[in-house]
Nanobody, 123 residues
Framework: QVQLVDSGGGLVQAGGSLRLSCTASGNTLSPYNVGWFRQAPGQEREFVGV????????LYSDSVKGRFVISRHNSNLLVYLRMNSLKPEDTAIYLC????????????????WGQGTQVTVSS
């Protein structure tokens, strides 16, 4: 069992940056591929990006590509989601998720989920 803890959300003005963190409580994130998703009120959960555990390959949604960067640190204890050039439409609850299956945009393939952290971007 892996308990994910995501943090780092907050209120930021449009054009600003935030860095979200994901860690596994009492454990390492290896050998899990770690993805980030977001969910805005009244909308379905949306894929943001994912990073593979073994070679650091990343995959991003078109809506965040070039603005968001996912990275792994400290021997797979931490995964960061660096969000730059934030827009009001990025406002959502952001959740990290982990899977031992191949990297995917499909939320149903992820086994473990964090509790979510709120990101609010003001215009």
């Amino acid at each position: 069992q892996v308990q994910l803890v995501d943090s780092g959300g907050g209120l930021v003005q449009a054009g600003g940056s935030l860095r979200l963190s994901c860690t596994a409580s009492g454990n390492t994130l290896s050998p899990y591929n770690v993805g980030w998703f977001r969910q805005a009120p009244g909308q379905e959960r949306e894929f943001v990006g994912v990073i593979s555990w073994n070679d650091g390959v990343t995959l991003y949604s078109d809506s965040v590509k070039g603005r968001f960067v996912i990275s792994r640190h400290n021997s797979n204890l931490l995964v960061y989601l660096r969000m730059n050039s934030l827009k009001p439409e990025d406002t959502a609850i952001y959740l990290c998720a982990a899977t031992r299956r191949e990297i995917s945009r499909d939320s149903s393939t992820y086994e473990y989920w964090g509790q979510g952290t709120q990101v609010t971007v003001s215009s």
